[in-house]
């Protein structure tokens, strides 16, 4: 072997080793960092660097579950060209494709799978007692509306509250709304932030250990109650008024400053933008 070529390759035998060995210390970092070591760590390697969550199967089982099955291409999927069977690993080759600066990161959904691929929902798993959210009069004594409903309009009232109430009350005209206006009004006084989630249609389970969405918190988004699927978005901050809607599945424990990189850059989920951050993959890290 020429002389010449002996430092090239020591150079590379070293940069090579060097990367495994940041490898090995940010998930050693990631390991050490967790509430939990038997819970499950996944590596998100992105193309801004790599983010590792530590998932909560003991607080949504279900829900961690098919996250981790789709990350690992344990699910069977329908070639929507040929109809034939295939398995891949869900989030491979995805983009961050919304970005609400000083808000949350969000990937995974269907409508930006680069094979195609559907998946199955999955049912809530929230228990709101335990986020607190039955100790928390939706009407303040002001009249106001409590911070967390985010209630900013009358129309926002009405859809967000009456609507939904009306409804569970078999309400259906102005005439019927009359009629029962003093009764409507006692039971507004008396109504908890859940008793308002609940009649816009989610159930809760107080058998599960739910945690409030805060920064860095991971969960997934939705359509509305049970409704579940692959997307998942990454809280850059406490966001009291998402928590109760939105399934918790784990929280950043390492990589938090490329989550505030990606979360730098505001992309329209509408159009596609060159400056998302790509998914190279997503698996388990332990």
Same mark, same amino acid.
């Given at each position: 072997?020429?002389?010449?070529?002996?430092?090239?390759? !020591?150079?590379?035998?070293?940069?090579?080793?060097?990367?495994?060995?940041?490898?090995?210390?940010?998930?050693?970092?990631?390991?050490?960092?967790?509430?939990?070591?038997q819970n499950? #760590?996944?590596?998100?390697?992105?193309?801004?660097?790599?983010?590792?969550?530590?998932?909560?199967?003991?607080?949504?089982?279900?829900?961690?579950?098919?996250?981790?099955? #789709?990350?690992?291409?344990?699910?069977?999927?329908?070639?929507?060209?040929? @109809?034939? $069977?295939?398995?891949?690993?869900?989030?491979?080759?995805?983009?961050?494709?919304?970005?609400? $600066?000083?808000?949350?990161?969000?990937?995974?959904? $269907?409508?930006?799978?680069?094979?195609?691929?559907?998946?199955?929902l999955v049912?809530?798993?929230?228990?709101?007692n335990a986020? @607190? !959210?039955?100790?928390?009069?939706?009407?303040?004594?002001?009249?106001?509306?409590?911070?967390?409903?985010?209630?900013?309009?009358?129309? @926002?009232?009405?859809?967000?509250?009456?609507?939904? #109430?009306?409804?569970?009350?078999?309400?259906?005209?102005?005439?019927?709304?009359?009629?029962?206006?003093?009764?409507?009004?006692?039971?507004?006084?008396? !109504?908890?932030? *859940?008793?308002?989630?609940?009649?816009? @249609?989610?159930?809760?389970?107080?058998?599960?250990?739910?945690?409030?969405?805060?920064?860095?918190?991971?969960? #997934?988004?939705?359509?509305?109650?049970?409704?579940?699927?692959?997307?998942?978005?990454?809280?850059?901050?406490?966001?009291?008024?998402?928590?109760?809607?939105?399934?918790?599945?784990? *929280?950043?424990?390492?990589?938090?400053?490329?989550?505030?990189?990606?979360?730098?850059?505001?992309?329209?989920?509408?159009?596609?933008?060159?400056?998302?951050?790509?998914?190279?993959?997503?698996?388990?890290?332990?």
């Amino acid at each position: 072997m020429p002389q010449s070529t002996i430092p090239s390759l !020591l150079l590379l035998i070293f940069s090579l080793l060097t990367l495994l060995s940041t490898a090995i210390a940010d998930t050693s970092t990631a390991l050490l960092s967790m509430e939990n070591s038997q819970n499950p #760590l996944v590596r998100i390697s992105t193309s801004q660097g790599e983010i590792y969550l530590e998932l909560f199967p003991l607080e949504a089982p279900s829900n961690v579950e098919n996250f981790i099955a #789709l990350a690992e291409g344990e699910k069977e999927f329908t070639n929507q060209d040929t @109809g034939a $069977p295939i398995q891949a690993r869900y989030y491979n080759g995805m983009r961050f494709h919304r970005v609400v $600066p000083g808000f949350i990161i969000q990937a995974g959904s $269907p409508a930006y799978n680069p094979l195609g691929l559907q998946v199955n929902l999955v049912d809530d798993e929230i228990n709101a007692n335990a986020l @607190g !959210l039955n100790r928390i009069s939706a009407l303040n004594t002001d009249g106001s509306f409590a911070d967390v409903l985010n209630i900013q309009s009358k129309l @926002g009232f009405h859809e967000a509250i009456l609507t939904p #109430l009306y409804s569970q009350r078999n309400i259906t005209d102005i005439e019927a709304a009359l009629s029962r206006q003093y009764q409507i009004l006692e039971t507004l006084q008396n !109504l908890s932030v *859940k008793s308002v989630y609940e009649n816009q @249609g989610y159930r809760y389970d107080d058998s599960l250990q739910s945690r409030p969405i805060e920064r860095g918190t991971v969960a #997934l988004a939705n359509s509305g109650p049970d409704s579940n699927g692959p997307e998942f978005f990454i809280s850059l901050v406490a966001a009291e008024r998402l928590s109760g809607k939105y399934t918790v599945i784990g *929280k950043v424990v390492e990589g938090q400053e490329v989550m505030d990189s990606i979360g730098n850059t505001a992309i329209d989920p509408d159009q596609f933008s060159s400056l998302s951050t790509l998914i190279y993959s997503v698996r388990k890290a332990n």
